[in-house]
């Protein structure tokens, strides 16, 4: 899989539509990868000001109750997005902008549809309706079905000073990453080891960074501004053991066991999986 490393700011990307929308260049659907998820809802509402041309707008928009934003996010932190949720926002997908040029339609904390819901989502995706533009937020691009992005714009936005603000996650990251690479006789299942099925969530798109962290310094991109993990000696010791193609599975193992999480499986059963897989991946 290919990373851009192209970054947009919220000001560079207010602009970046509103020439795309002037020039009437604008794509059906754009994935919105993003560390803090504030700043995804923050720009793409931003966005959605700029392209539904309604001078009423704004304040409707950020308090999504504009007739011409369908806002959908999952019940709470835990839950995942169903298909039911899916089926209920495509039946207004297909109906003409009430009262704005266009439609703007914004799914936050997209990676947590199931795969049941992506794939319900997909005929919207391969037939998007006229003056309807799709934004799917995430903080990474793990879980989505290929066909997913094969659909979509992805644009990476980079939240000024999130590293900074963002201290107590950084520090999570660090841990995980540090109790990953010191991994004694291929345990990790003990690793894996989690009571809430969040925490492995979360510890997955956390490996799944770190990985994607590794191709890109195999390839010769160290701008630290486009990497998760601090470049430290543990670090580059623990890169230099892996080759292209154990990252490269690795990658895609940890994105096929995030969206098994997402479905109605029991957690001892993913992390089972999860312990099997990473160990057949270093031991190749």
Same mark, same amino acid.
């Given at each position: ?12 990307? &207010?602009?970046?539509?509103? &020439?795309?929308n002037e020039r009437n260049k604008l794509s059906a ?18 966005? %959605? ?58 799914? +936050?904390? %997209? ?31 793990i879980g989505f079905l290929e066909t997913i992005i ?36 291929? +345990? ?20 799944? @960074? ?5 191709? @890109?310094?195999?390839?010769?991109? +160290? ?8 470049? +430290? ?5 623990? &890169? ?29 059963? @993913?992390?089972?999986?999860? %312990? ?9």
């Open positions: 899989m290919k990373f851009s490393s192209e970054l947009f700011d919220k000001e560079k990307s &207010v602009d970046f539509f509103r &020439v795309l659907a754009y994935l919105v990868l993003c560390s803090s998820e504030d700043y995804a809802r923050e720009t793409v509402l931003e966005i %959605a000001v700029e392209l539904m041309g309604d001078s009423t707008a704004p304040k409707r928009v950020k308090e999504l109750s504009h007739p011409d934003i369908i806002w959908l996010e999952a019940e709470n932190k835990t839950a995942t997005i169903k298909i039911d949720s899916i089926r209920n926002i495509s039946s207004k997908v297909n109906l003409k902008p009430y009262e704005a040029k266009k439609k703007v339609v914004i799914i +936050n904390e %997209a990676c947590k549809m199931n795969e049941a819901a992506q794939n319900a989502f997909l005929k919207t995706l391969e037939e998007p309706p006229q003056d309807t533009i799709i934004f799917l937020l995430s903080n990474e691009i094969s659909r979509c714009k992805v644009i990476r936005l980079n939240a000024q000073g999130i590293k900074e603000n963002n201290k107590v996650a950084l520090k999570a990251s660090s841990e995980a990453i540090d109790n990953f690479i010191n991994v004694k006789n291929d +345990n990790y299942l003990t690793f894996f080891n989690f009571e809430d099925k969040n925490d492995y969530r979360q510890t997955l798109k956390i490996l799944y @960074c770190f990985f994607r962290d590794a191709a @890109c310094l195999k390839n010769g991109i +160290n701008d630290k501004s486009l990497l998760l993990t601090d470049i +430290n000696k543990g670090f580059l010791e623990f &890169v230099k053991k892996l080759n292209s193609t154990k990252i490269t599975k690795a990658i895609e193992t940890i994105d096929k066991m995030y969206r098994y999480s997402m479905s109605n499986v029991n957690l001892r059963l @993913c992390q089972i999986d999860a %312990a099997q897989s990473f160990k057949e991946i270093m031991e190749s």
